[in-house]
């Protein structure tokens, strides 16, 4: 059974994607940063791996990188507490180089907004209230 998540993400310029995670508040776990990597704190059991291109193409035998700014190769989803900490976090994204990828969506027990960071991945937003999904 599975104890956690890493999502791996290739990037063009490793410091520029701290830099704009940090102004969303995430936080990196030095012990897996270095000059090619850096391993972004989502949950305790859950983190995503920003490794470089030329990193990133050691993974990935003799496939090549998608080009994020073009094409779709997934949307990394997460949730929040609060309706008011998905717009912050969309806004400040917004603010800091990110572009918009959708409108809000709001279903009333569900509420997300996506943007693309500046290498051109989805991101999702999300803040769930169970206590009132309709009942069928």
């Known amino acids: 059974m599975a104890t956690g998540i890493y999502v791996n993400l290739p990037v063009k310029d490793l410091k520029r994607t701290i830099e704009f995670w940090e102004k969303l508040d995430f936080k990196f776990n030095p012990d897996f940063t270095d000059d090619n990597a ?3 704190i989502i949950t305790n059991d859950s983190y995503v791996m920003f490794l470089k291109e030329p990193f990133f193409k050691d993974f990935i035998g003799k496939k090549t990188i998608s080009d994020s700014k ?3 190769e997934a949307i990394v989803c ?4 609060s309706r008011q900490r998905v717009e912050d976090l969309i806004n400040t994204a917004l603010k800091n180089g990110a572009a918009p990828s959708n409108k809000p969506q709001d279903y009333g027990w569900m509420y997300s907004w996506g943007f693309q960071d500046p290498d051109g991945h989805l991101w999702e937003v999300v803040f769930m209230d169970e206590a009132a999904i309709p009942k069928e």
């Open 38 to 40: 850096t391993c972004m």
């Open 78 to 81: 997460f949730s929040v507490e």
């Open 70 to 72: 073009t094409s779709t």
